[in-house]
């Protein structure tokens, strides 16, 4: 009886060993499960609104020259005289430097002596030719000796003419590679003249507000150099081509404003930034969404949408931009939510949760 006992209490002991092993396996295998299980996205989404915009836009732009001018030489020489100095203020027709001419006044000289004795030699030919003491052969020999004569005199009369260099437009100096003393030969960068007189800054309008800047159109703006002072410009051209580059600009075109560069005190230069406000009593009705909900990486102009746990990446057609927001021509409808933050990562058809 003690025996049996015994085998008894032995197999529930192991029976029971055996249990807990197996429990503890399956207690480990759903940690190690639970463990590798991704851990759910977090975006943060907004709804489409709609909006009345009111009539009045501001575009950013850049100034840059009015007209600017690489200067090269046209003429070989040492350059004798320089009137320039950098960053200095030309006129138009000014004298920017010399070069030695006086291998050219010496051949200009000689030039002219060698027409003088061809048109001699011609006439005599002529006359002997009207006595038939003379061929045509030699008459045509004779006359195209003129005219190589008369060429090669106009060549340096224009060599010596170019030995003094003049300033095509007025300005600033903004480049000077030259000095006095250096060699210089045809091609040889002599300065940079840029003129700034006025200024041009340039902002990108879109397509459908184009008929609202009219070439001639007077538009206030102003520049972050001077936040106190208003300038006025004048729509100088509109560009033919649309902007490159960026999808969300597609559509948009390059409008050209003039600026005046006169006032004391104010000086416009290259590279400023300027603010254009555009005032329109009309207001319309849109659609907008925050700008940073936009998704630039699929190709074309896109946002991700939320409905039901899940995000569906939905193209879309841009408009302008308004402040921190974007209009939306087509592709969404109002109260539709939008996910505004956290679409690094997300795919088409992804579980996610929302926040607001």
Do not use: C
């Amino acid at each position: 009886m003690k025996s049996i006992a015994s085998i008894v209490v032995g197999l529930l002991v192991l029976g029971g060993i055996g249990f807990w092993l197996f429990y503890n396996q399956e207690s480990k295998a759903a940690v190690v499960a639970a463990a590798s299980r991704p851990l759910p996205v977090t975006v943060r989404v907004e709804p489409v609104r709609a909006q009345r915009l009111s009539g009045e836009s501001e575009y950013v732009g850049t100034s840059t020259f009015w007209r600017e001018i690489v200067m090269t030489a046209t003429t070989q020489g040492i350059v004798q005289t320089l009137n320039i100095r950098l960053n200095g203020p030309v006129g138009a027709g000014q004298p920017l430097l010399t070069v030695d001419a006086e291998v050219n006044r010496a051949a200009l000289t000689v030039a002219g002596a060698t027409l003088q004795k061809a048109r001699q030699d011609l006439a005599r030919y002529e006359a002997l030719h009207r006595d038939n003491n003379a061929t045509v052969t030699e008459v045509e020999t004779a006359r195209l000796q003129v005219q190589n004569a008369e060429l090669q005199l106009t060549t340096l009369r224009k060599q010596v003419s170019e030995s003094v260099v003049r300033a095509p437009i007025g300005g600033i100096v903004t480049e000077k590679p030259v000095e006095r003393g250096m060699y210089i030969a045809p091609g040889t960068p002599l300065a940079t003249i840029t003129d700034v007189s006025d200024i041009k800054v340039t902002v990108h309008v879109p397509e459908n507000e184009l008929t609202q800047w009219p070439v001639g159109r007077a538009v206030p703006m102003q520049f972050e150099a001077y936040p106190d002072a208003q300038f006025r410009g004048t729509v100088h051209h509109i560009g033919l081509k649309s902007t490159d580059g960026n999808m969300a600009s597609t559509g948009r075109f390059p409008v050209e404003i003039r600026v005046r560069n006169n006032r004391a005190g104010q000086p416009l230069r290259v590279g400023m930034t300027a603010r254009v406000v555009r005032t329109d009593t009309r207001a319309t009705a849109a659609l907008t969404i925050p700008r940073m909900a936009l998704v630039q990486s699929t190709g074309k102009p896109a946002v991700y949408t939320f409905s039901n746990g899940r995000v569906q990446l939905r193209p879309i057609e841009p408009g302008e931009t308004v402040g921190i927001n974007l209009v939306v021509k087509q592709g969404l409808t109002v109260n539709e939510q939008i996910v505004v933050s956290g679409t690094t990562g997300l795919r088409d058809g992804m579980v996610v949760n929302s926040e607001k």
